[in-house]
Each structure stands twice: as structure tokens, then as C-alpha cells.
Nanobody
Framework: QVQLAESGGGLVQAGGSLRLSCAASGRTFRNTAMGLGWLRQAPGKERELVAAIRWSGGTTYYADSVKTRFTISTDNAKNTVYLQMNSLKPEDTAVYYC????????????????WGQGTQVTVSS
């Protein structure tokens, strides 16, 4: 199985920055080349894939709404994936989830099979 633990959420003013972290563990994670992503969900809205990356780095995907503002990265030595969020907007307010897929990489939200419990990000106007 795969365990994903997010941290780093909080309250920030519009225009500010936050960095989310996700620590990954478990036998499935260690034994497979999994793709990683960050998804978010606001009340009344469907989950949206924000960013995706290969565990080895390199290939990335970003939703149009966050391009040029968010950056996804990995630290293999720490089994951690990050989401650096800059120039935050009130519409970025949501619960952010770290997720993993058995595919090496995916830009399709429905292909992510493993999820963390989420961390709340609130951006004030």
C-alpha cells in the first residue's frame, strides 16, 4: 500500500506564498515507479488536478489556472513531493491532496488511486 501525508497548509494573504509537502511511504510506493500529483477540492466543486510529476522528476503538468505560479518538485532522498505556490489568489482556496498513481506519470485526475487526507489552504482577499 501507499501512505501519503500532506503538510504546509494554512492561511495566507492574496499574493503570498506557501509550500506544501507530502511524505510518501509504503511497500507499493517503494516497489513501483509511481507518478505523483497534487489535486485540490473546494466545497461544491469536483477535484481538480493542479500539478503532476514523475517520481524521478522531469516531466511535469500544470493546470492552466496555476501555470507560472505553482511549481511541483520531488526530493527522492526524503521520499517527498512539494508544491510551491506563489502569487496565491482567493480562488486557490481549497483542500489540497497529495496523490499517487501506478502509472509513471498522469495528467488525468481519475487515474490517481492513492490519496492523502488533505491540507487546507485558505487565501484571504
Amino acid at each position: 500500500q501507499v501512505q501519503l501525508a500532506e503538510s504546509g497548509g494554512g492561511l495566507v494573504q492574496a499574493g503570498g506564498s506557501l509550500r506544501l509537502s507530502c511524505a510518501a511511504s509504503g511497500r507499493t510506493f517503494r516497489n513501483t515507479a509511481m507518478g505523483l500529483g497534487w489535486l485540490r477540492q473546494a466545497p461544491g466543486k469536483e477535484r481538480e488536478l493542479v500539478a503532476a510529476i514523475r517520481w524521478s522528476g522531469g516531466t511535469t503538468y500544470y493546470a492552466d489556472s496555476v501555470k507560472t505560479r505553482f511549481t511541483i518538485s520531488t526530493d527522492n532522498a526524503k521520499n517527498t513531493v512539494y508544491l510551491q505556490m506563489n502569487s496565491l489568489k482567493p480562488e486557490d482556496t481549497a483542500v489540497y491532496y497529495c496523490a499517487a498513481t501506478k502509472r509513471p506519470f498522469s495528467s488525468n485526475a481519475v487515474e490517481y488511486e492513492y490519496w492523502g487526507q488533505g491540507t487546507q489552504v485558505t487565501v484571504s482577499s
